[in-house]
């Protein structure tokens, strides 16, 4: 019995998961809300675990390193389709609500207001950083590839 290559599609999903998973030990924010060189996956995970910070990016932050690494696991280990376009879409949804929580999107009357003010003053609100941009990058790629791939 010889072993079965990987084929494009599947590669192509691996190599999203992977950058999934570059993207969350990248900076995910930037701002003084997070020192000068930004708040990682990992800093979001200890601030949950601390109960600082905001709860929501932060478990958002704890889900997208779930769906990367169960990826990644599938992938190499299971390799069941359903499941990893299960976790590639959960990555895309997650990232994408962690983006738009960074922006202040959901943020709204007063609070978008002041959040908006404060933004112009100091810059104390977290924005999005490259961490963020290659996570939601690498889940789309991931996404893709499960859904071309023929199993």
Same mark, same amino acid.
């Given at each position: ?19 999934? +998973? ?6 995910? #924010?930037? !701002?003084?809300?997070?020192? #000068?060189?930004?708040? &990682? ?13 905001? #709860?929501?990016?932060? +478990? ?8 990367? %690494? ?6 190499? +280990?299971?390799? %069941?389709?359903?499941? &990893?376009? %299960? ?7 997650? !990232? ?8 202040? %999107?959901?943020? &709204? ?31 789309? +790629? ?10």
């Amino acid at each position: 019995m010889g072993k079965k290559s990987m084929g494009t599609m599947k590669l192509v999903e691996l190599i999203g998961f992977i950058l999934a +998973v570059v993207g969350f030990f990248c900076p995910m #924010t930037k !701002g003084k809300m997070f020192g #000068t060189n930004g708040g &990682s996956g990992l800093n979001m995970i200890k601030n949950l675990f601390n109960n600082n910070g905001n #709860t929501f990016q932060e +478990v958002m932050a704890l889900l997208i390193l779930v769906f990367a %690494v169960a990826g990644l696991v599938i992938i190499l +280990v299971k390799d %069941v389709k359903l499941y &990893s376009l %299960v976790c590639a879409i959960g990555g895309v949804v997650c !990232g994408v609500l962690f983006y738009l929580k960074s922006i202040g %999107v959901f943020d &709204s009357g007063i609070a978008k207001g002041a959040i908006k003010a404060v933004n112009k003053v100091g810059g104390a609100i977290a924005k999005p950083g490259i961490g963020i941009y290659l996570l939601c990058i690498g889940f789309i +790629v991931a996404l893709v590839g499960a859904l071309l791939r023929k199993d």
